[in-house]
């Protein structure tokens, strides 16, 4: 943290004898830097100076001020809402694995990719949890344009429900990662990047409302916890001593440090307006009071093993190394060897030595191994002897634990990958996206009905072939109707308004469709746009339901269905398949407090919509 501060200070200095403060003109990517580096040091009064001065100076960089300004900002506010945890420990992990020294289950971790995150390739979200016996499972992964979201899958019966995305207020534009319920399931910790924030990956808490049956608007749990750098895989423990997570705040690219700080149920926050006593909170600093720690929570106690087990795994350990450096010893050998036999003759001499100084060391280590081979079995013979029954599997998985920081007073002990998820789940139909977007490659519509109620489309062209998907450039959907027999039109989208139609105008000339042109739809029947504009302002809703399995409701939903409603429950096809519609609802909000009701109900949000027409 001091070295950070001290390279801020560096750039303060720097642009003073640059003759910034002196009122030279600086660019606006120069002053941007420099309040990205007072951003980084939390001096956010400064980094808003600097932004100010940028937009003072181009009226036209406002849009690239833009989000420095929100995440100073941001973290500005945050500065009067300060925690002040007491830190028990700190330990620098690698990067790739530190989440396997939390005290979490052992073998809960599940490496990615995998069956629920396919992709995985995130810098810092490299596992999914999911302990033996879970029965619900929050986890990040990948949407089709490469966001990070939490999703939600349950175990109903033998089956697990198909993924869910949750609720809007706990998704953003940018990545959301590492979702932890508490111990009690009522709070849910993440880190997201896209919601209110000061930069980096912030971390957030989000409460059960029983009433909604919902997870409510999350909060940025402030300084100490977020920062303007990564922070991210917040827990408490199961017995309620401590709260747990990570940063890269103060780290190494390729490490992170997780901060143990004793529990607090009940936070004073209170404002801090000194950037120094800002950083020195921040830096989470531990209190050095050993009496404060209790590794019960964090690592078995060594107690508890007795002393020929204890004799034993340290045997085991010794084999294992030994085994290591005799594969490594090999597989040297082997690369110099390889190496010699296409070496120029001046560097045969030097890798004549260094293979021989090797193959002097293979014999000694491959004799140690062989004699702690020995003594391994030795004490198998002797547990056998004195009718001491053990378990390998459990003795291995302990041996496996490398064990940090004991000689701080907290012990972090690292758990074992467990092996990759296998989830039998349900397969919701895939039903083909109408939602209007420029793709790699065009598509046509499953389906060219046009939908009930007002729909406005653009109208890209006609001609007297079938067109082609290289014709379509990219939209989708694409819809095709005849006129005469001889002609076809092509169209494209479903729009709901004249608003969100008139959006996409611009965007599909500028595809090439130079005149395209908006035209309407009142339940399949072509009318004109200011017609279908003057509809639009009256609009009836329908719930629509699409049966999870075979034809029926399950009992819940109906049930849900007579307490919400009075409207009609109406049965029928669309595209083949059995739906059940509910309304038609005056008020959109009636609608959609029926929806809600009946996700509660544990009916999901892939078999669920709301439908608009004209009245």
Known sequence: MKKKALVYLLILFTASLCGFRA???????????????ARLAYDFPSALAFCQKAIEQDSTARA??????????????????????VVVARQTFPLQDFFLFYPLANKGWRKTPNQLDSLGGNALARAVYIPEGAKDIYYSAADEDGIRNIYRTFLADSLWSAPMLINEQLTSSSDEIYPMLSPDGKSLYFASKGLYGMGGYDLYMSQWNEETKDWDVPVNMGFPYSSPYDDFLFINTEDGKYSIFASNRDCPRDSVCIYVLEYDGMPVRKAISDIKELRELSALVPAGDPSRMDNGSAVEDPGKTGDDTRRY????????????????????????RNEYSTAADDEKASLSEAIQAKELLLPGLNKALQASVKELQDIEMEFLANGIVIDASKLQAKADKEVVGASSGYTFSRNSYGPAPDLKMHKPKVKFDYSFKILQEGRFAENNDIPDGIVYQIQLFTQSRKATVAD???????FERTA????????????????????????????????????????????SVSAARKLESQRLYTVIIYPEKGQTLPDSAMEVIRNNSDKDL??????????????PFEEKSDAEELIEALKSAGIGNNFLSLSEQAA
């Open 313 to 336: 795994i340290d045997k085991i350990k010794e084999v294992r190394a030994l085994r290591d450096s005799v594969s490594r010893f090999n597989r040297e050998l082997d690369g110099l």
């Open 23 to 37: 009122g030279a003109q600086a660019p606006v990517e120069s002053l941007l830097a420099k309040a990205d580096s």
């Open 484 to 527: 005469g027999g001889s002609r076809y039109i092509y169209s494209a989208g479903v729009f709901r308004s004249y608003k969100d139609v008139l959006s996409n105008l611009n965007k599909v000339k500028k595809r090439g469709f130079r005149t395209a042109e908006i035209i309407a739809w009142q339940d399949g029947r072509s009318i």
């Open 570 to 583: 109406i049965k029928s096809m669309e595209n083949g398949s059995v739906v059940f519609k509910v309304g």
């Open 472 to 478: 379509i450039k990219g939209l989708s959907p694409v």
């Open 64 to 85: 690239k001020v833009e989000d420095m300004l929100i995440m100073v900002q941001n973290g500005r506010s945050m500065m009067d809402f300060c925690s002040q945890p």
